[in-house]
Protein backbone atom coordinates (compact mmCIF):
# COMPACT_ATOMS: atom_id res chain seq x y z
CA UNK A 1 0.00 0.00 0.00
CA UNK A 2 1.17 3.82 -0.26
CA UNK A 3 1.18 4.21 3.66
CA UNK A 4 3.82 1.41 3.43
CA UNK A 5 5.46 2.60 0.56
CA UNK A 6 5.68 6.24 2.44
CA UNK A 7 6.72 3.98 5.98
CA UNK A 8 9.82 2.84 4.15
CA UNK A 9 10.81 6.31 2.80
CA UNK A 10 10.34 7.45 6.10
CA UNK A 11 13.06 5.27 7.20
CA UNK A 12 15.54 5.72 4.52
CA UNK A 13 18.44 8.38 4.10
CA UNK A 14 17.42 11.22 2.68
CA UNK A 15 19.63 11.48 -0.06
CA UNK A 16 17.54 8.05 -1.43
CA UNK A 17 14.54 10.40 -2.11
CA UNK A 18 13.63 13.00 -4.51
CA UNK A 19 10.94 15.72 -3.71
CA UNK A 20 9.45 17.99 -5.15
CA UNK A 21 7.19 20.91 -3.02
CA UNK A 22 7.27 18.51 -0.23
CA UNK A 23 6.11 15.45 -2.20
CA UNK A 24 8.42 12.60 -3.09
CA UNK A 25 8.59 12.32 -6.67
CA UNK A 26 11.28 9.19 -6.87
CA UNK A 27 12.90 6.64 -4.91
CA UNK A 28 16.25 5.42 -4.22
CA UNK A 29 16.16 1.43 -5.07
CA UNK A 30 19.64 0.45 -5.51
CA UNK A 31 22.94 1.77 -5.68
CA UNK A 32 26.18 1.09 -7.26
CA UNK A 33 29.88 2.77 -7.08
CA UNK A 34 32.73 3.74 -8.97
CA UNK A 35 36.14 2.55 -7.47
CA UNK A 36 38.96 0.49 -8.10
CA UNK A 37 39.99 -3.08 -8.32
CA UNK A 38 43.05 -4.07 -6.39
CA UNK A 39 45.09 -7.37 -6.90
CA UNK A 40 47.37 -8.26 -3.86
CA UNK A 41 48.90 -11.10 -5.52
CA UNK A 42 50.35 -8.83 -8.03
CA UNK A 43 51.26 -6.09 -5.23
CA UNK A 44 52.62 -8.71 -3.01
CA UNK A 45 54.96 -9.58 -6.20
CA UNK A 46 56.49 -6.21 -6.75
CA UNK A 47 56.26 -5.40 -2.28
CA UNK A 48 53.66 -2.68 -3.13
CA UNK A 49 51.49 -1.71 -0.09
CA UNK A 50 47.60 -1.27 -1.17
CA UNK A 51 46.47 1.94 -2.51
CA UNK A 52 44.48 3.51 -0.13
CA UNK A 53 42.93 6.62 -2.88
CA UNK A 54 44.16 7.20 -6.42
CA UNK A 55 46.74 10.18 -4.80
CA UNK A 56 48.37 6.96 -3.34
CA UNK A 57 49.71 6.11 -7.19
CA UNK A 58 51.89 9.27 -6.62
CA UNK A 59 54.30 7.30 -4.53
CA UNK A 60 57.30 6.02 -6.89
CA UNK A 61 57.27 2.54 -5.70
CA UNK A 62 54.33 1.82 -8.20
CA UNK A 63 56.85 2.95 -11.06
CA UNK A 64 58.71 0.12 -10.01
CA UNK A 65 57.07 -2.28 -12.74
CA UNK A 66 58.03 -0.51 -15.51
CA UNK A 67 61.93 -1.45 -14.69
CA UNK A 68 60.26 -5.07 -15.83
CA UNK A 69 58.46 -3.72 -18.69
CA UNK A 70 54.92 -4.43 -16.60
CA UNK A 71 52.45 -1.74 -15.63
CA UNK A 72 50.51 -1.24 -12.21
CA UNK A 73 47.59 0.34 -13.70
CA UNK A 74 44.95 -0.98 -16.38
CA UNK A 75 43.20 2.42 -17.44
CA UNK A 76 40.72 2.31 -20.63
CA UNK A 77 40.01 4.77 -23.01
CA UNK A 78 37.31 7.11 -21.87
CA UNK A 79 35.89 7.39 -25.26
CA UNK A 80 35.13 3.58 -24.56
CA UNK A 81 35.02 3.38 -20.92
CA UNK A 82 32.02 5.11 -19.36
CA UNK A 83 33.61 3.86 -16.03
CA UNK A 84 37.05 5.40 -16.95
CA UNK A 85 35.34 9.00 -18.36
CA UNK A 86 33.65 8.99 -14.55
CA UNK A 87 36.96 8.34 -12.61
CA UNK A 88 39.06 10.97 -14.47
CA UNK A 89 36.03 13.49 -13.80
CA UNK A 90 35.88 12.52 -10.32
CA UNK A 91 39.90 12.42 -9.81
CA UNK A 92 39.59 16.22 -11.19
CA UNK A 93 37.18 17.33 -9.09
CA UNK A 94 38.27 15.77 -5.91
CA UNK A 95 42.17 16.83 -6.29
CA UNK A 96 41.70 20.13 -8.27
CA UNK A 97 42.07 20.92 -11.95
CA UNK A 98 46.15 21.35 -11.60
CA UNK A 99 46.71 18.56 -8.98
CA UNK A 100 44.16 16.08 -10.63
CA UNK A 101 46.26 16.06 -13.97
CA UNK A 102 49.17 15.66 -12.65
CA UNK A 103 47.98 12.35 -10.91
CA UNK A 104 45.98 11.36 -14.20
CA UNK A 105 49.60 11.70 -15.86
CA UNK A 106 51.09 9.82 -13.52
CA UNK A 107 48.24 6.80 -13.57
CA UNK A 108 48.80 7.07 -17.59
CA UNK A 109 52.45 6.76 -16.74
CA UNK A 110 52.11 3.96 -14.39
CA UNK A 111 48.68 1.95 -17.00
CA UNK A 112 48.77 -0.28 -19.63
CA UNK A 113 45.92 1.68 -21.92
CA UNK A 114 43.15 -0.78 -23.25
CA UNK A 115 39.69 -0.23 -25.12
CA UNK A 116 37.38 -1.29 -22.51
CA UNK A 117 36.78 -1.80 -18.80
CA UNK A 118 35.85 -5.07 -19.69
CA UNK A 119 39.63 -5.56 -20.58
CA UNK A 120 40.60 -3.70 -17.37
CA UNK A 121 38.53 -5.69 -15.22
CA UNK A 122 40.04 -8.65 -16.66
CA UNK A 123 43.42 -8.02 -16.78
CA UNK A 124 43.34 -7.17 -12.19
CA UNK A 125 41.33 -10.23 -12.03
CA UNK A 126 43.71 -12.09 -13.40
CA UNK A 127 46.98 -10.19 -11.99
CA UNK A 128 48.30 -8.65 -14.86
CA UNK A 129 48.01 -5.67 -13.43
CA UNK A 130 47.69 -4.40 -9.92
CA UNK A 131 44.67 -1.69 -9.90
CA UNK A 132 41.62 -0.77 -12.33
CA UNK A 133 39.15 1.15 -12.25
CA UNK A 134 35.72 -0.44 -11.94
CA UNK A 135 32.07 -0.42 -10.85
CA UNK A 136 30.78 -2.32 -8.16
CA UNK A 137 29.48 -5.30 -10.60
CA UNK A 138 32.42 -5.45 -12.59
CA UNK A 139 34.73 -5.14 -8.86
CA UNK A 140 32.23 -8.45 -7.59
CA UNK A 141 33.17 -10.37 -10.81
CA UNK A 142 36.80 -9.64 -10.36
CA UNK A 143 37.00 -10.74 -7.19
CA UNK A 144 35.31 -13.87 -7.98
CA UNK A 145 37.91 -15.37 -10.53
CA UNK A 146 39.93 -16.00 -6.87
CA UNK A 147 43.28 -14.74 -7.93
CA UNK A 148 43.62 -11.89 -5.54
CA UNK A 149 41.51 -8.88 -6.95
CA UNK A 150 39.31 -7.12 -4.24
CA UNK A 151 36.79 -4.24 -5.22
CA UNK A 152 37.93 -1.45 -3.55
CA UNK A 153 36.36 2.44 -2.64
CA UNK A 154 39.29 4.62 -2.37
CA UNK A 155 39.08 6.33 1.10
CA UNK A 156 36.73 9.62 0.42
CA UNK A 157 36.76 9.14 -3.41
CA UNK A 158 33.78 6.88 -4.10
CA UNK A 159 31.34 8.06 -6.85
CA UNK A 160 27.88 7.31 -6.11
CA UNK A 161 25.34 6.24 -8.83
CA UNK A 162 21.96 5.81 -7.45
CA UNK A 163 19.17 3.67 -9.55
CA UNK A 164 15.48 5.43 -9.01
CA UNK A 165 11.98 4.12 -9.40
CA UNK A 166 9.10 6.56 -9.73
CA UNK A 167 5.32 5.96 -10.63
CA UNK A 168 4.82 7.87 -14.14
CA UNK A 169 1.86 10.61 -14.05
CA UNK A 170 -1.05 9.35 -15.33
CA UNK A 171 -0.41 5.41 -14.89
CA UNK A 172 -3.16 3.32 -15.50
CA UNK A 173 -2.01 0.99 -13.10
CA UNK A 174 -0.29 3.60 -10.13
CA UNK A 175 -1.43 0.45 -7.03
CA UNK A 176 0.51 -1.90 -9.44
CA UNK A 177 3.67 -0.19 -9.75
CA UNK A 178 3.49 1.17 -5.73
CA UNK A 179 3.46 -2.32 -5.04
CA UNK A 180 6.48 -3.07 -7.21
CA UNK A 181 8.03 -0.66 -6.10
CA UNK A 182 7.30 -1.55 -2.22
CA UNK A 183 8.98 -5.10 -2.89
CA UNK A 184 11.87 -3.84 -4.45
CA UNK A 185 12.41 -2.17 -1.38
CA UNK A 186 11.84 -5.24 0.75
CA UNK A 187 14.55 -7.71 1.80
CA UNK A 188 13.26 -10.17 -0.89
CA UNK A 189 14.11 -7.31 -4.05
CA UNK A 190 16.75 -5.80 -2.10
CA UNK A 191 18.54 -8.90 -2.26
CA UNK A 192 17.24 -9.93 -5.83
CA UNK A 193 18.62 -6.39 -6.83
CA UNK A 194 22.32 -7.57 -5.78
CA UNK A 195 22.47 -10.56 -7.23
CA UNK A 196 21.08 -9.82 -10.20
CA UNK A 197 22.51 -6.47 -10.76
CA UNK A 198 25.39 -5.80 -8.37
CA UNK A 199 22.87 -3.20 -6.44
CA UNK A 200 23.79 -1.90 -3.25
CA UNK A 201 20.85 -2.24 -0.96
CA UNK A 202 19.44 1.13 -0.13
CA UNK A 203 18.69 -0.50 3.43
CA UNK A 204 20.48 -2.87 5.47
CA UNK A 205 19.68 -6.71 4.20
CA UNK A 206 21.67 -9.87 5.09
CA UNK A 207 22.46 -12.97 3.16
CA UNK A 208 24.67 -11.80 0.04
CA UNK A 209 28.28 -12.21 0.74
CA UNK A 210 29.96 -8.96 -0.40
CA UNK A 211 27.21 -6.50 0.60
CA UNK A 212 27.80 -6.17 4.45
CA UNK A 213 31.32 -5.22 3.33
CA UNK A 214 30.60 -2.73 0.45
CA UNK A 215 27.33 -1.06 2.70
CA UNK A 216 29.74 -0.79 5.35
CA UNK A 217 32.13 1.33 3.78
CA UNK A 218 29.77 3.67 1.62
CA UNK A 219 28.81 6.13 3.57
CA UNK A 220 32.32 7.94 4.63
CA UNK A 221 33.90 7.11 1.56
CA UNK A 222 32.07 9.06 -1.18
CA UNK A 223 31.87 12.58 -2.36
CA UNK A 224 29.58 14.69 -4.04
CA UNK A 225 30.56 14.22 -7.19
CA UNK A 226 29.10 16.96 -9.44
CA UNK A 227 27.57 15.33 -12.73
CA UNK A 228 26.46 18.83 -14.09
CA UNK A 229 29.92 19.97 -14.34
CA UNK A 230 31.81 17.11 -15.86
CA UNK A 231 28.79 17.50 -18.61
CA UNK A 232 29.87 20.93 -19.11
CA UNK A 233 33.65 19.95 -20.15
CA UNK A 234 33.73 16.20 -20.72
CA UNK A 235 34.56 16.40 -24.41
CA UNK A 236 37.39 18.44 -23.83
CA UNK A 237 38.60 16.89 -21.03
CA UNK A 238 38.28 13.59 -22.38
CA UNK A 239 39.97 14.57 -26.08
CA UNK A 240 42.35 16.42 -24.12
CA UNK A 241 42.98 13.08 -21.91
CA UNK A 242 43.13 10.58 -25.03
CA UNK A 243 45.42 12.99 -26.53
CA UNK A 244 47.99 13.89 -24.05
CA UNK A 245 48.06 10.23 -21.73
CA UNK A 246 46.12 7.83 -23.71
CA UNK A 247 47.37 8.47 -27.21
CA UNK A 248 49.77 5.53 -28.19
CA UNK A 249 52.81 7.90 -29.30
CA UNK A 250 52.12 10.12 -26.38
CA UNK A 251 51.88 6.81 -23.85
CA UNK A 252 55.30 5.28 -25.69
CA UNK A 253 57.23 8.70 -24.47
CA UNK A 254 55.49 8.48 -20.91
CA UNK A 255 56.46 4.76 -20.88
CA UNK A 256 60.38 5.63 -21.53
CA UNK A 257 59.66 8.41 -18.77
CA UNK A 258 58.72 6.02 -16.37
CA UNK A 259 60.71 3.36 -16.95
CA UNK A 260 64.10 5.82 -16.41
CA UNK A 261 62.74 7.25 -13.23
CA UNK A 262 62.06 3.42 -11.86
CA UNK A 263 65.40 2.31 -12.62
CA UNK A 264 66.71 5.86 -11.11
CA UNK A 265 64.85 5.10 -8.27
CA UNK A 266 65.73 1.47 -7.69
CA UNK A 267 69.34 2.47 -8.09
CA UNK A 268 69.04 5.05 -5.33
CA UNK A 269 69.52 7.79 -7.55
CA UNK A 270 66.06 9.62 -7.66
CA UNK A 271 64.71 10.73 -4.17
CA UNK A 272 60.95 10.52 -3.36
CA UNK A 273 60.83 14.88 -3.60
CA UNK A 274 63.72 14.82 -6.93
CA UNK A 275 60.55 12.29 -8.31
CA UNK A 276 57.51 14.68 -6.78
CA UNK A 277 58.93 17.67 -8.86
CA UNK A 278 59.61 15.69 -12.16
CA UNK A 279 56.24 14.42 -12.21
CA UNK A 280 54.62 18.08 -11.22
CA UNK A 281 56.39 19.32 -14.69
CA UNK A 282 55.36 16.29 -15.95
CA UNK A 283 51.86 16.26 -16.04
CA UNK A 284 50.87 20.06 -15.19
CA UNK A 285 48.35 21.31 -18.02
CA UNK A 286 49.84 22.02 -21.68
CA UNK A 287 50.09 25.34 -22.79
CA UNK A 288 48.88 24.35 -26.77
CA UNK A 289 48.36 26.46 -29.45
CA UNK A 290 44.31 27.35 -29.65
CA UNK A 291 43.35 25.50 -33.16
CA UNK A 292 40.52 28.23 -33.63
CA UNK A 293 42.43 31.67 -32.51
CA UNK A 294 46.20 30.50 -33.14
CA UNK A 295 46.81 32.10 -29.55
CA UNK A 296 48.79 29.78 -26.83
CA UNK A 297 45.94 28.55 -24.42
CA UNK A 298 46.71 26.79 -21.29
CA UNK A 299 44.21 24.15 -20.35
CA UNK A 300 42.27 25.45 -17.90
CA UNK A 301 38.64 24.83 -16.54
CA UNK A 302 37.61 28.19 -18.28
CA UNK A 303 39.08 27.30 -21.49
CA UNK A 304 37.83 23.38 -21.51
CA UNK A 305 34.15 24.95 -20.77
CA UNK A 306 34.44 27.29 -23.26
CA UNK A 307 35.61 25.00 -26.33
CA UNK A 308 34.48 21.77 -25.16
CA UNK A 309 30.37 23.04 -27.61
CA UNK A 310 33.29 22.97 -30.79
CA UNK A 311 34.23 19.53 -30.31
CA UNK A 312 31.07 17.96 -30.77
CA UNK A 313 32.23 18.52 -34.84
CA UNK A 314 34.74 15.64 -35.36
CA UNK A 315 36.67 17.63 -37.61
CA UNK A 316 37.55 20.62 -34.90
CA UNK A 317 38.06 17.68 -32.14
CA UNK A 318 40.09 16.21 -34.44
CA UNK A 319 42.23 19.88 -34.78
CA UNK A 320 41.94 20.15 -30.99
CA UNK A 321 43.47 16.71 -30.38
CA UNK A 322 46.30 16.94 -32.96
CA UNK A 323 47.31 20.76 -30.71
CA UNK A 324 46.97 18.70 -27.32
CA UNK A 325 49.34 15.78 -28.60
CA UNK A 326 52.11 18.01 -30.12
CA UNK A 327 52.26 19.85 -26.88
CA UNK A 328 52.61 16.96 -24.65
CA UNK A 329 54.95 14.91 -27.05
CA UNK A 330 57.07 18.13 -26.73
CA UNK A 331 57.03 18.51 -22.78
CA UNK A 332 58.00 14.23 -22.52
CA UNK A 333 60.65 14.45 -25.10
CA UNK A 334 62.32 17.46 -22.89
CA UNK A 335 62.13 15.95 -19.95
CA UNK A 336 62.87 12.52 -21.29
CA UNK A 337 66.51 13.83 -22.59
CA UNK A 338 66.82 15.51 -18.71
CA UNK A 339 66.39 12.26 -17.65
CA UNK A 340 68.63 10.90 -19.54
CA UNK A 341 71.95 13.40 -19.03
CA UNK A 342 70.76 12.34 -15.54
CA UNK A 343 70.92 8.70 -15.74
Not at 21 to 48: P, S
Not at 301 to 321: C, H, M, Q, W
Amino acid sequence: SLKELLDIAAELDSQYIGKAGGDICWIAVGQAVYGYIVNKMFLERYELPVPETWGGLEDPVYIKPLASASYTVSFPRPSKSGTARTIIHGILQKYGWDDGWRLLTVIGMEAGIVDSSETARDQAAEGVVGVAPACIGYGIEAERVGKGAVFMIPRGEGILYLSLAAVAKGSKHPVEAQAFILWLLSDEGQRALAKLFYYIPVRPVSGIDWVERIYSKLKDNTFDYDRDLASKIDLAVTTYFEAAIADSDSNALLKQIGSLLANLYIQGKLSKSEYMDIIAKLGSPLKIGDPWSGNEEVFTPKYAEKINSKLVDGTDRDRFYNAVKEAAIERYQNILAMLREKG
